[in-house]
Every structure is written in structure tokens, then in C-alpha cells.
């Protein structure tokens, strides 16, 4: 499995963007992704995840409410929305993908990971 990601950008506080990651390659061997974010000094933390196959989504605290994710089975492409975009969002934003069901928080768990995308919220 291969994953692209895209979409990033710099973004005045309150604004919005939509990332994206084309999954290609055994794609039937996922069966669910994870967005994660890692901002300057910090460790990775998870944003969301979502089953492959029944895209039932679960959020972050911190997001919930503000970032949606979503997939184009029809590309293989999931997307996350970024609405209402704080200064402490920005981030590198890196899609993952696992195949198998167990660990869905755990970054170490996902199997295939995009190279990142580069968000910046200005105040």
C-alpha cells in the first residue's frame, strides 16, 4: 500500500483546508486509516481514525467538531476537513493506514504511512 498525502498550507486562524490521501497499491488490504499530526517539538498524536470499509470515525478531543474525515471509495482517497483552524493545529498532518483491526489510537500500529503534509495556522 502507498500513500499519498496533500493538501497542506498556511491558513489564517478560523480558516479551513482539506486534506487528502490517495491510497494505492493492495488497498484491499486496508482496513482502516488514521490521521496524525506531529507539531515542532512535540510527539506525534493522533487526529482521527476511520474504518475502511464502514467508515465509522472517531476524533480527537481537540478536533471534534471542527475536522471531519472522509473517504471517496470510488478513489481510494480519504480526505480530512479542517474547519474553524486554531494556531496550535499547526502541524505536520501524515495518513496512515493499518490492516488490522486492533490499536487504531496507536501510531506504532499502522502498517503504511504517507510522507506528511505541512499545515501552518496563523494568529
Known amino acids: 500500500v502507498q500513500l499519498q498525502a496533500s493538501g497542506g498550507g498556511l491558513v489564517q486562524a478560523g480558516g479551513s483546508l482539506r486534506l487528502s490521501c490517495l491510497a494505492s497499491?493492495?488497498?484491499?488490504?486496508?482496513?482502516?486509516m488514521g490521521w496524525f499530526r506531529q507539531a515542532p517539538g512535540e510527539g506525534r498524536e493522533i487526529v482521527a481514525h476511520t474504518g475502511w470499509r464502514n467508515s465509522k470515525t472517531w476524533y480527537a478531543d481537540s478536533v471534534k467538531g471542527r475536522f471531519t474525515a472522509s473517504r471517496d471509495s470510488a478513489t481510494n482517497t480519504l480526505y480530512l476537513q479542517m474547519n474553524k483552524l486554531k494556531p496550535e493545529d499547526t502541524a505536520v498532518y501524515y495518513c496512515a493506514a493499518k490492516t488490522s483491526p486492533d490499536y487504531q489510537m496507536i501510531g506504532g500500529a499502522y502498517d503504511y504511512w504517507g510522507q506528511g503534509t505541512q499545515v501552518t495556522v496563523s494568529s
Open positions: 497499491g493492495r488497498t484491499g488490504d486496508i482496513y482502516a
